[in-house]
């Protein structure tokens, strides 16, 4: 069964720092590039971050773009979301999503193109508190 799972969410003071996973059972991230969303209570899905499937191309918003760090380990295939400097409004399930093909090797999909990917995870939650 081809399986996205999310791991790492949790209740942090504004300040601090949570190191989200993305990990892939069931098939291989080597040709998949990784997105994370998130969506908070009354909101819109927002795309946040996005690395390539060879890992050499990183995309952020500019919520969290200084913030955050995305990395890919297709030796262990899993994704890695670093969140520093975490403040309230990044309160929201984050979600991981994998988009298969060629077309995304050196360059990930848009964070505006949810549409381009294959798989999702179930989500995990993150609370900051103030």
């Known amino acids: 069964q081809l399986q996205l799972v999310e791991s790492g969410g949790a209740l942090v003071h504004s300040g601090g720092s949570l190191r989200l996973s993305c990990t892939a059972s069931?098939?291989?991230?080597?040709?998949?590039?990784i997105g994370w969303f998130r969506q908070a209570p009354g909101k819109e899905r927002e795309g946040i971050s996005c690395?390539?499937?060879?890992?050499?191309?990183?995309n952020y918003a500019d919520s969290v773009a200084g913030r955050f760090t995305i990395s890919k380990d297709n030796a262990k295939n899993t994704v890695h979301l670093q969140m520093n400097s975490l403040k309230p409004e990044d309160t929201a399930v984050y979600y991981c999503?994998?988009?298969?093909?060629?077309?995304?090797?050196?360059?990930?999909?848009?964070?505006?193109?949810?549409?381009?990917?294959?798989?999702w995870g179930q989500g995990t939650q993150v609370t900051v508190s103030s």
């Open positions: 690395i390539s499937a060879f890992g050499g191309q990183t």
């Open positions: 999503a994998a988009a298969y093909g060629s077309s995304w090797y050196h360059q990930p999909p848009s964070l505006t193109n949810d549409y381009e990917y294959d798989y």
């Open positions: 069931g098939f291989s991230l080597d040709h998949y590039a």
